[in-house]
């Protein structure tokens, strides 16, 4: 049976009580300057990491055996939330005490994989309290979010934002229902801030059936999006070309090898540019990484602690 509801998704934004609200400094962490990484022919590899219990420096222990390269392209820091002020009535990016850990801690966290050539990308998550995406009342309520996005990114020297738009409970604290025009401005503001980094979509909730309002469609503005459902195929559906989307989805440990590598395959064989996959833990995962490293890209993959 296809993982539909994820446990991380809910564990990330039940940690209410460690909320840490985001407060601008005027330090800017620059990223780093990546190292060439060994060159691999095949889809982007996608990571996510929850930071409440792995670490994300996980992601860069994988390379592949024939070559060297990365087994992974992106790392996703799982989750930073928007929350609602009721006081001020307005959106704002929080950060619990585990992403906050992380990005104060950029210099030995997050460097080590971008100097691999790993992109580190900050997932943002509705938690519980009425905002979201597709429910900003106005364009400049969407835009003042959206600059707090990419201030983030500027600040902590991060290369994008994911946007994973469940557990908003839209209508909280007196929060509007979803609107059509909401997503639109939020990603063309954040587009406009960050014209460069990455931005990307995992495909779910209401924000990802709103992408087009007022004669402006946002699709080409998202780097990648792909599937929520882990161990399922199902094409996102949204105007990318297929080397920007992943229809596979699985879950290390969780979903099947042979589950994996069946995905791999199909990304492979129907032409499809990226991989994803969640939950990377500490443990060596060498064999459910392999499975779908020898589909991809021709090569078993090796773990160095």
Do not use: C
Not at 152 to 174: C, M, P, R, S, W
């Amino acid at each position: 049976m296809f993982t539909l509801v994820r446990s991380r998704a809910r564990r990330a934004a039940l940690a209410l009580s460690a909320v840490a609200a985001l407060a601008f400094g005027t330090t800017t962490m620059t990223s780093a300057t990546a190292a060439p990484a060994p060159l691999k022919q095949g889809p982007t590899s996608v990571a996510y990491v929850e930071v409440n219990n792995n670490s994300m420096l996980n992601v860069g222990k994988y390379t592949l055996a024939n070559g060297g390269g990365n087994v992974f392209d992106v790392a996703v820091i799982f989750a930073a939330n928007i929350n609602y002020d009721t006081g001020t009535k307005a959106a704002y990016l929080s950060f619990n005490e585990n992403v906050q850990r992380v990005l104060d801690n950029a210099a030995t966290e997050i460097r080590p994989l971008q100097q691999k050539g790993i992109k580190v990308v900050l997932s943002v998550l509705g938690n519980h309290q009425g905002a979201g995406f597709a429910n900003f009342p106005s364009q400049q309520a969407a835009s003042a979010f959206a600059k707090q996005l990419s201030d983030t990114v500027t600040k902590y020297g991060l290369d994008g934002i994911d946007f994973d738009d469940e557990y908003a409970e839209y209508g909280n604290n007196g929060t509007g229902q979803p609107n059509d025009s909401s997503f639109v401005h939020l990603v063309t503001a954040l587009r406009a801030n960050m014209p460069d980094k990455i931005i990307s979509l995992y495909n779910i909730g209401p924000a990802a059936t709103r992408l087009s309002y007022g004669g402006v469609d946002v699709s080409s503005k998202f780097d990648y999006a792909w599937n929520p459902y882990y161990g399922s195929w199902q094409v996102p559906g949204i105007a990318l070309p297929k080397s920007k989307q992943s229809p596979a989805a699985v879950e290390i440990g969780r979903t099947s090898q042979s589950t994996a590598a069946d995905l791999a395959r199909r990304t492979v064989s129907e032409g499809y540019g990226v991989y994803l996959t969640y939950n990377l833990d500490g443990a060596d995962r060498t064999a459910d990484v392999s499975a779908f490293t020898r589909e991809l890209y021709g090569s078993d993959a090796v773990y160095t602690p």
